[in-house]
C-alpha cells in the first residue's frame, strides 16, 4: 500500500473481556477505537461482558465460565478467542492477556516490573520463589512475556509514553516492537454548558462551587486526599463523586467523620459522564497511580479547568504545563497543598478561563478519530511485516508507517 492511498477495509477482531464504558480506561479505550474503526471497516468484538452496542460492529459473546480466579478466567478466554480468531481477519487486537494477536494494548503497569523491578539478590531470589509457587503469578507473567515476544506483524500499543518507558526496561528486546497511542476524547457539543440545568438532572441543589471527581478506584485515584482538602475548604464548596459503588459507604463514613458528609454527592456509575463534566465547576485529580487518566481530557473537551496529580503519578501530565494546561500537584498525598490549588482556581476567574481555553485545545488535539487513525497506521505496519514474514523495524512512536493490503489470518 502506497503512502496516500486509501487503506481497503480491514476484517478487524477485537478483543476486551469487558465490552462497556463503565468498565474503566482500559474498557472505554477499547468502546471508542472500535467506534471509530466501525467507520471503515469491519470489526467483530469478541467479549464476555457486553453492554455497550454500536451500529454496524458485530458482537460474539464469549462464554463466562467462571468469574473467579480471575487467572482462569483469563486462561478460558484466550483459549476461546484463540479458537474463535485463527482464520478470517486481517487484524487481531486484543485488549487482554493472550499468546495470540497481532496488536496488543497495555494499559497498565507491566506485572514483571511490579513483581521484580528494585529487587536483587536475596529479594530476588525469594521473589522468583513466590512466583514458582503461585499458578495465578506464572499466569499473569507468562501471558504478558507472550504479548511481548516477537511474531512477524507482531505490535505492542502503550497507553502512555511512561508505560513505554517502562517496558522498555522490562522487555528491552520488544523495544522496536513498541508503540505508543495515547487515549482521545470526543469534543462535547457545547463546551459552555448550562450548569444549573446540568446539576438539577442529576439531582443536584447545590449552587455554590463545585468540584467533581470520576474514578472507579476511589483510593488509588486520590478521592481520602480530596475529601480531607475539602474540610479545609469554604463550607460553600460542595463535591460530586463519579464511579462504580462498591467503596461508596467507606468514603461516605470518611466524609462524614471529617464534617463533609452533607458536601459530598456519590452519582454511582454512570454510562454518560457529559452531565456530570456540565455541572461541574473543576475536575480534581490527586491519583496516586495512573498510567495515562482519560477523565483529565474528557474533562477539558467540556470546558473544565483540572487539577491533576503531576508526572510520575499520572502519564497524561508529561504532556501537560502546570499553570497553563492545568495545575499539577506535586504530592497527591497532601491535602493541604490541593486545598490551597482548589481555592485559588476557585477564586481566580482569570486562571479558571485561561485553563479552560487551553484544555479545550488539548483536548481538540488528542480525539479519538486521530487515535483511530493511528491505529490504521500501526494495522499497516503490522501487515506488510507480516507480508514479508519479519518483525518490525524499529520505532520512536506510533505515526503512519506504510504496508503492503491486507492478509487472511491472525498473529
Known amino acids: 500500500m502506497n503512502p496516500g492511498q486509501e487503506m481497503p477495509r480491514l476484517r478487524i477482531a477485537m478483543l476486551n473481556r469487558v465490552f462497556a464504558l463503565r468498565g474503566g480506561g482500559a474498557e472505554s479505550y477499547s468502546v471508542r477505537i472500535v ?5 471503515r471497516h469491519e470489526v467483530h468484538v469478541f467479549a464476555q461482558e457486553i453492554t455497550h452496542e454500536h451500529p454496524g460492529v458485530t458482537y460474539h459473546r464469549i462464554r463466562l465460565a467462571l468469574r473467579k480466579p480471575r487467572w482462569l478466567n483469563q486462561l478460558a478466554f484466550a483459549w476461546a478467542t484463540w479458537r474463535a480468531t485463527r482464520e478470517g481477519f486481517d487484524i487481531v487486537h486484543s485488549h487482554e492477556n493472550t499468546w495470540h494477536g497481532d496488536i496488543h494494548s497495555i494499559h497498565v503497569k507491566s506485572v514483571r516490573a511490579s513483581l521484580l523491578g528494585g529487587r536483587g539478590g536475596v529479594a530476588l531470589g525469594l521473589r522468583w520463589l ?6 495465578r503469578l506464572l499466569t499473569y507473567l507468562g501471558f504478558e512475556a507472550a504479548r511481548y515476544a516477537a511474531r512477524p506483524g507482531r505490535l505492542v500499543v502503550l497507553a502512555s509514553a511512561s508505560l513505554r518507558r517502562e517496558a522498555e526496561l522490562v522487555y528491552p528486546e520488544a523495544v522496536r516492537r513498541m508503540r505508543v497511542v495515547t487515549p482521545g476524547v470526543h469534543l462535547a457539543a457545547n463546551a459552555a454548558p448550562d450548569r444549573a440545568a446540568a446539576r438539577a438532572s442529576l439531582g443536584l441543589a447545590h449552587a455554590g462551587p463545585l468540584l467533581l471527581f470520576v474514578a472507579n478506584d476511589y483510593a488509588r485515584k486520590g478521592l481520602e486526599t480530596l475529601l480531607q482538602a475539602l474540610a479545609s475548604l469554604p463550607p460553600d464548596v460542595a463535591l460530586a463523586v463519579v464511579g462504580k459503588g462498591e467503596q461508596i459507604a467507606g468514603f461516605r463514613a470518611q466524609a462524614q467523620a471529617l464534617g463533609v458528609g452533607e458536601r459530598v454527592h456519590f452519582l454511582g456509575s454512570r454510562d454518560d459522564v457529559g452531565p456530570a463534566y456540565d455541572a461541574a465547576d473543576v475536575l480534581v485529580h490527586p491519583t496516586r497511580e495512573d498510567s495515562f487518566a482519560m477523565v483529565v481530557p474528557e474533562a477539558m473537551a467540556h470546558g473544565l479547568p483540572v487539577i491533576v496529580s503531576a508526572a510520575p503519578w499520572c502519564g497524561i501530565s508529561e504532556l501537560l504545563r502546570d499553570g497553563e494546561d ?14 490551597k490549588r482548589v481555592a485559588v482556581l476557585l477564586r481566580d476567574f482569570g486562571l479558571r478561563d485561561r485553563l479552560r481555553w487551553a484544555g479545550l485545545a488539548f483536548a481538540a488535539a488528542h480525539t479519538w478519530a486521530a487515535a483511530a487513525q493511528t491505529f490504521e497506521a500501526i494495522y499497516r505496519e503490522s501487515l506488510a511485516a507480516r507480508t514479508a514474514k519479519v518483525c518490525p523495524r524499529p520505532s520512536t512512536g506510533s505515526g503512519p508507517s506504510t504496508g503492503s493490503g491486507p492478509s487472511t489470518g491472525s498473529g
Open 35 to 39: 467506534e471509530e474503526l466501525a467507520a
Open 326 to 339: 492545568a495545575l499539577l500537584l506535586a504530592d497527591p498525598l497532601d491535602a493541604r497543598a490541593l486545598a
Open 130 to 135: 513466590k512466583i514458582a509457587l503461585s499458578p
